[in-house]
C-alpha cells in the first residue's frame, strides 16, 4: 500500500481546491481521497510537499505506429520495423504524461496487450485496428496515376498500414466483424476527404448512408462505437444522426453541425497541434504540396472550430494525430486549447472527457476512489500555467500508471 501525503488534487472535481489530501493507493486502484489524516501499517508514505496530483493525462486520437509523417508510406514497413519504431513513441507518451491513448487506425490487440502485460512500456492503448476507408477516400494513398489494387495479398494486414478498403454493405458489415474478432476496442471509419491522402479534396463525402449504418449496426452489436474521421459540417452532420459516436477533427464544423452533435450526445476530438506541427516542419520531413495547403486549409478554422463547439456545449475530449517526428509536440494540444478555452477545461477534456469517451468513466481520468492509480506529480500549478504540462514532462516529478512508477524524479 502507498499513501501520497500534502497533495494538491487537481481533476474534473477540484478545479480551485487549495486544500491538502492524502491519496491511499492499493495495488493499481485508489482506495481513498481524503483530507483525514490517514495511518496504514505497512504502507509507504511520500510526501509530495503540496505540489499537484492529477490524473494521467487521455489522447483519444493517436497513430501510434505511424513512424513515417507520410501516412500511407508506414504500410510499406515490414511489420519488424514497424513494432520496434512504435516502442519509443508509445515510451515518450507515457513520459510526457499520457497514461491512456485511443488509437485511431493502425495498431492492433497484440501490442495494446503488450503493453498490458509489461512486455513493452506505454500508455493504455485502446485500439481501432485497421480504419475503414472507401476506395478513394481518406485510407486509399494510392495516386491518381496508380491502378493497382489498394490492398494485394491483404498488404492492409501489415502493422504499419492505418487502414484497409472496404466497398459495399456486406463488406462493411465483414470487416467491421473481422475488426471486433481481432480485437479492437472501437472501430474508425473515413467520413470525409483527409489532409494525408492524394485524391480526396476535404468536401468529400465518404460512404454511403448505408454503409455508416451497418458500420454503427455492427460496432453496437458488438457493444462499442465508431469514431468517424469528418471535417465539414455536412459529413458531420450526416454521420451523427446516423449513430457515429465521436467526430475526429471536425475543423470545418458550423454551429448547425455543432448544434446536431449537442443535440444528439457526440463527442467531438478535435486534432489542433497535428495542424501546427505540419506549419511547421511538414516541408522539412518530406509532406507533399498539396498535403501542405490543403493542411493550411483547415488549420485556422480549427482554432475556430474549437471556440464555436465550447460555445455549443459540444463535449471535447482531447486529440493529437501526430505522426512520425511529429510525436514530441504532443504536449502541446493542451496549450494550443488552453489559450482558447483556458487551462481547466483543456485539462477536463484530457482527463474526465476522455474517459468518457473510453467508456471508463470513474476508472480513468478523476483521482477519486475505485479510478485506476494512473496519476501525475506536477511541480507547478498547470492552472496558472498549462505549460507545465508540455514538453516531454521535464516539470512532471512523477508518473504512475497501475499504481506503478513508470518514473519518479524527486519521490
Not at 496504514?40 to 505540489?51: C, E, H, P, R
Not at 511538414?282 to 465550447?310: P, T, Y
Not at 482531447?318 to 494550443?336: A, N
Not at 481547466?344 to 478523476?366: P, S, Y
Amino acid at each position: 500500500m502507498l499513501i501520497l501525503k500534502n497533495a494538491r488534487v487537481l481533476d474534473a472535481e477540484h478545479e480551485r481546491d487549495d486544500g491538502r489530501y492524502s491519496v491511499v493507493i492499493d495495488g493499481d486502484t485508489i482506495r481513498e481521497v481524503t483530507r483525514e489524516p490517514v495511518e496504514a501499517s505497512g504502507a509507504q508514505v511520500i510526501d509530495v510537499g503540496g505540489k499537484t496530483l492529477m490524473p494521467g493525462l487521455i489522447d483519444c486520437h493517436v497513430h501510434v505506429i505511424a513512424s513515417v509523417a507520410h501516412l500511407g508510406n508506414n504500410s510499406r514497413l515490414p511489420n519488424t520495423f514497424a513494432v520496434l519504431r512504435a516502442v519509443p513513441i508509445l515510451a515518450g507518451m507515457l513520459n510526457r504524461g499520457f497514461t491512456s491513448v485511443r488509437d485511431a487506425g493502425g495498431a492492433d490487440y497484440a501490442l495494446s496487450r503488450a503493453i498490458e502485460e509489461d512486455v513493452i512500456a506505454g500508455p493504455r492503448l485502446f485500439v481501432a485496428g485497421k480504419a475503414l476507408s472507401q476506395t478513394g477516400g481518406h485510407g486509399d494513398f494510392r495516386e491518381r496515376f496508380d491502378n493497382s489494387d489498394p490492398d494485394p495479398c491483404g498488404c492492409s494486414r501489415n502493422l504499419g498500414a492505418i487502414g484497409r478498403v472496404v466497398d459495399g454493405v456486406d463488406a462493411m458489415r465483414k470487416a467491421v466483424r473481422e475488426e471486433m474478432r481481432a480485437g479492437a476496442h472501437h472501430i474508425k471509419i473515413m467520413a470525409s476527404g483527409g489532409v494525408a491522402s492524394p485524391t480526396d479534396p476535404i468536401g468529400n463525402l465518404q460512404f454511403s448512408v448505408d454503409e455508416v449504418k451497418a458500420a454503427v449496426e455492427e460496432a453496437a452489436s458488438h457493444q462499442t462505437y465508431v469514431m468517424a474521421h469528418a471535417y465539414t459540417p455536412k459529413a458531420i452532420a450526416r454521420v451523427v444522426k446516423l449513430g457515429v459516436r465521436t467526430i475526429e477533427h471536425g475543423n470545418l464544423i458550423d454551429e448547425e453541425a455543432a448544434d446536431v452533435m449537442a443535440e444528439h450526445g457526440a463527442f467531438a476530438v478535435p486534432t489542433l497541434v497535428v495542424y501546427d506541427a505540419m506549419n511547421r516542419v511538414g516541408a522539412q520531413i518530406g509532406i507533399s504540396a498539396l498535403s501542405l495547403e490543403k493542411n493550411e486549409a483547415v488549420r485556422v478554422q480549427g482554432l475556430k472550430a474549437l471556440e464555436l463547439l465550447h460555445e455549443r456545449g459540444v463535449k471535447m475530449g482531447l486529440g493529437t494525430d501526430l505522426l512520425g517526428e511529429m510525436h514530441e509536440y504532443q504536449s502541446d494540444e493542451l496549450s494550443i486549447r488552453a489559450d482558447i478555452v483556458g487551462s481547466f477545461e483543456a485539462i477536463r477534456q484530457a482527463t474526465a472527457v476522455g474517459a468518457d469517451i473510453l467508456n471508463m468513466q470513474g476508472k480513468l481520468g478523476v483521482i477519486a476512489a475505485g479510478a485506476y492509480a494512473d496519476l501525475l506529480v506536477v511541480d507547478g500549478d498547470p492552472l496558472k500555467d498549462i505549460r507545465v504540462l508540455t514538453g516531454q514532462g521535464e516539470r512532471i516529478s512523477g508518473v504512475m500508471k497501475n499504481g506503478a512508477w513508470v518514473r519518479e524524479k524527486l519521490l
